[in-house]
Every structure is written in structure tokens, then in C-alpha cells.
């Protein structure tokens, strides 16, 4: 997946479905340790939607209906999740999407967006997760409660200073109840990760230190991580020097100072979430017991990555 060459973008990847499955769905060896995440209430709820908030872009259903148009994995990908904001600048949805590298993503969206219209877009991902969840989940009892729960965590949401959430806040709700379901969990996905960047711009920490920074905490590879998101080799070197220069990496991973400060920045992400954990109350462990079966679901069928390190890192 060398998307750089000699640190100037080359060839952009032309990525169908079983290529990124190649990609990113490769299961963690056994012996692994597992992440070190605390299970915090909101990020129980975070990592309970997320297989279904991605199916978006994981589901296969999906992916047809964009190959259809001629897409292909990647720009299927930023000009899906991208939509949410209408039809800005790829140098805005760059900004959005925060550790990517915005090259990368200003040539995936002009591309996507010459193949396929807004609405199409957005028809492409409705219709699809409908199907991905119709096809993994036949049982579609509790969806109107749940559905229900995540209006109510909906509503103790703020676009401020969250552009992906107020985009998505900005949509009118789905008539279909598993496209619901996939609606308030995307909403709830993208308020913690436009907080997350205001936590990380607040600590001094671009995109690329981003993702080192959090391969690191979880226990990835070195650079393993970071290099899917686009990152020069270039880049790459330049932040794991600085970041080593202001003492926060170790050879391999993080050092105690390295820790407390990713640590903080995790802090005040989960600190912007508890709005929606307080709106939730006592009914937080119900919703996330019915999305988390929901989601192993989506998991068993293959439709979201294996591995407890990808769903880590988010």
C-alpha cells in the first residue's frame, strides 16, 4: 500500500473491495496482548456502534452500489463519509477527516466526486447498510427502543466546533428503522472524533503525530497504522524524531510521559462525551447491550474488521 514515492504522491490506489479487505481486515495473531483501553462508559458506547456507524464504508452492500457508479474503495469511502458536509472543498474535508494526509483525500474526493452526485452518494450508503443489515440480522427485536435511546443521545449532541457532526445533525432521519440505527450511531461516531481532533489541535498535536501517537498507545507496529492513512515516509520520520525529541516515544512505544499525555488527550475526548451519557442515564448499558449484538453480528459476517486494534485506534 505505497501511496508515495521518492515523498512526492504518485498513482493514486485504485482499491476494489477484496483489496481493502487484504488491507485491513487481517485478524490479530493470537498471542497478541490485548489494546489497552479503558472500558469508560463512553467509550463502551463508542466502540458498541461503531461497526455498525462504519458500515458505511465496511459493508459490502455498499460498496456495490458505489462500484456501480464507478467508484472504487477509497473514494467510495471520502465521498461517502465526506457527504455529510455537502459538497465543500477537498481541502474542508481534508480538515474534517484530520489524520488523513489532505493530498490523499482533496484527489479521492475530486475524483469520487466527477463519478458520482451528492445525492447518488448518499443514496448508495442508505440502501446498502439497509441491506447489510437486513442480511446479518434477521431479528429486529428492541431496534425500535434502541432506536429510540440513540434519538435521545442524539439530542445532547453539539455541532459547535464539529463539522462532521453538524453535518450529519443538519440530515433529516431515515424512514427505515435499520437505516436509523445506523444514522444516530454515525452521529454519535463522528461527535467523539470531531472532539477528539479539538482535543488533539487544543494539546499541540497535528494529523500524522495523531496517528503515531495512537498506534503507539494501542501497541501497533510502529508506523503500520500511520502509513494507511497516506503519510509520506518523509513526514513520517520528521514527527517520530520530534515526537522523540519532547521525550513522549520509546523505541517501540510510549514512554510514561508519552502515556499521560496521549492519556490526556483521551481524557478530554471522553470528557466531551459525557453530555450524551448523562441524556442516557441508566437506560447507557441497555442501548450499548442491544448495539453490541447488533455489531457482533456485523462482525461474524466479515463486514468489519477482526481485529481489537482497529477498533482501538478510533
Known amino acids: 500500500m505505497t501511496w508515495w514515492r521518492d515523498g512526492v504522491q504518485s498513482n493514486m490506489p485504485s482499491m476494489d473491495y477484496a483489496a481493502a479487505q487484504d488491507a485491513f481486515f487481517q485478524p490479530r495473531p493470537a498471542d497478541a496482548p490485548p489494546p489497552p483501553t479503558a472500558a469508560s462508559p463512553a467509550r463502551s458506547l463508542r466502540d458498541a456502534a461503531e461497526p455498525i456507524a462504519t458500515l458505511s464504508w465496511w459493508g459490502r452492500p455498499v460498496y456495490d452500489r458505489q462500484a456501480a457508479l464507478g467508484l472504487n474503495f477509497l473514494t467510495g469511502y471520502v465521498w461517502g463519509r465526506g457527504s455529510a458536509l455537502g459538497e465543500p472543498a477537498g481541502s474542508v ?3 474534517a477527516f484530520g489524520v488523513f494526509e489532505p493530498g490523499l483525500v482533496v484527489s479521492l474526493y475530486d475524483e469520487a466526486r466527477s463519478l458520482a452526485t451528492h445525492d447518488q452518494i448518499r443514496q ?11 442480511t446479518v440480522q434477521t431479528d429486529d427485536t428492541g431496534l425500535d ?3 429510540d435511546l440513540l434519538r435521545r443521545a442524539v439530542a445532547a449532541t453539539d455541532g459547535f466546533g464539529r463539522p462532521l457532526t453538524a453535518g450529519l445533525l443538519a440530515l433529516p432521519w431515515p424512514a427505515e428503522p435499520w437505516a436509523q440505527l445506523w444514522h444516530g450511531c454515525a452521529i454519535l461516531r463522528e461527535f467523539r472524533g470531531d472532539s477528539h481532533l479539538a482535543a488533539c489541535v487544543a494539546a499541540g498535536v497535528d494529523g500524522v503525530s495523531a496517528n503515531i501517537l495512537t498506534e503507539r498507545m494501542v501497541g501497533w507496529e510502529p508506523l503500520a497504522y500511520t502509513a494507511t492513512r497516506g503519510w509520506s515516509p518523509e513526514a513520517m520520520r520528521a514527527s517520530t524524531e520530534r515526537l522523540s525529541d519532547q521525550g513522549l516515544l520509546t523505541e517501540t512505544g510510549l514512554s510514561d510521559e508519552g502515556q499521560r499525555f496521549r492519556d490526556g488527550i483521551e481524557q478530554v475526548t471522553e470528557a466531551a462525551m459525557q453530555p450524551v451519557v448523562e441524556a442516557l442515564g441508566d437506560d447507557l448499558e441497555r442501548l450499548i447491550d442491544a448495539l453490541q449484538g447488533w455489531s457482533d453480528a456485523v462482525i461474524a459476517h466479515g463486514w468489519f474488521p477482526p481485529d481489537p486494534y482497529k477498533r482501538a485506534s478510533g
Open 93 to 95: 474535508v481534508a480538515a
Open 124 to 134: 448508495t450508503l442508505q440502501d446498502g447498510v439497509v441491506e447489510a443489515m437486513t
Open 145 to 147: 427502543s434502541a432506536v
